[in-house]
T-cell receptor, first 112, second 116 residues
Framework: SQQGEEDPQALSIQEGENATMNCSYKTSINNLQWYRQNSGRGLVHLILIRSNEREKHSGRLRVTLDTSKKSSSLLITASRAADTASYFCATGLIQGAQKLVFGQGTRLTINP | DTEVTQTPKHLVMGMTNKKSLKCEQHMGHRAMYWYKQKAKKPPELMFVYSYEKLSINESVPSRFSPECPNSSLLNLHLHALQPEDSALYLC???????????????FGEGSRLTVL
């Protein structure tokens, strides 16, 4: 299976609810990043968490990283219709090609 | 200026055409990337230039030819493409050019390519 696997593949919630997306990976990393992509547009960087960090906040975003379980989660609190987008995790490989590898993504729909 | 600009936004070409995609950034970033993205899939890395030299080529077919004329510009030359090459082509840049190439990426809005 792939380096970055995300679940769920799709998530639909009501406006105001919290949304949680998960990312798992297989090899050693130096950081993990989350990106948002609105339909047919470019990706926008949301947050970067380094391998020696456990939790990071940015506005309504909270990211956790558990390197022992090789997993991360992205929590969006008090969701808004404008949060509707695809969310990708990207893991920074420190072995081999030493590049970012994107997960399969979670399609988030916020219903008004 | 924190923008990565890609042109054209849309491109339709026949299988015998030669066309180019262009990307420009003025953030002083030292690494520039080409990604290919199919619908409902993650971006797939194609090429990385760091310090204007080709650093990563992900075994991309030779009908795709990258070029980095200077530190601000990145081109992707297209020739004899196949219909399955139709996709969104994304350019990105990152501040550092050294390994590992795992820094924050700044993406352009992409060029939507259709090959007939």
């Amino acid at each position: 299976s792939q380096q970055g696997e995300e679940d769920p593949q799709a998530l639909s919630i009501q406006e105001g609810e919290n949304a949680t997306m998960n990312c798992s990976y297989k090899t050693s990393i130096n950081n993990l990043q989350w990106y948002r992509q609105n339909s047919g547009r470019g990706l926008v960087h949301l947050i970067l968490i380094r391998s020696n960090e456990r939790e990071k906040h940015s506005g309504r975003l909270r990211v956790t990283l558990d390197t022992s379980k090789k997993s991360s989660s992205l929590l969006i609190t008090a969701s808004r219709a404008a949060d509707t987008a695809s969310y990708f995790c990207a893991t920074g490989l420190i072995q081999g090609a030493q590049k970012l590898v994107f997960g399969q993504g979670t399609r988030l729909t916020i219903n008004p | 200026d924190t923008e990565v600009t890609q042109t054209p936004k849309h491109l339709v070409m026949g299988m015998t055409n030669k066309k180019s995609l262009k990307c420009e950034q003025h953030m002083g970033h030292r690494a520039m990337y080409w990604y290919k993205q199919k619908a409902k899939k993650p971006p797939e890395l194609m090429f990385v230039y760091s310090y204007e030299k080709l650093s990563i080529n992900e075994s991309v077919p030779s009908r795709f030819s990258p070029e980095c004329p200077n530190s601000s510009l990145l081109n992707l030359h297209l020739h004899a493409l196949q219909p399955e090459d139709s996709a969104l082509y994304l350019c990105a840049s990152s501040q550092g050019g050294g390994r590992p190439l795992t820094g924050e990426l700044f993406f352009g809005e992409g060029s939507r390519l259709t090959v007939l």
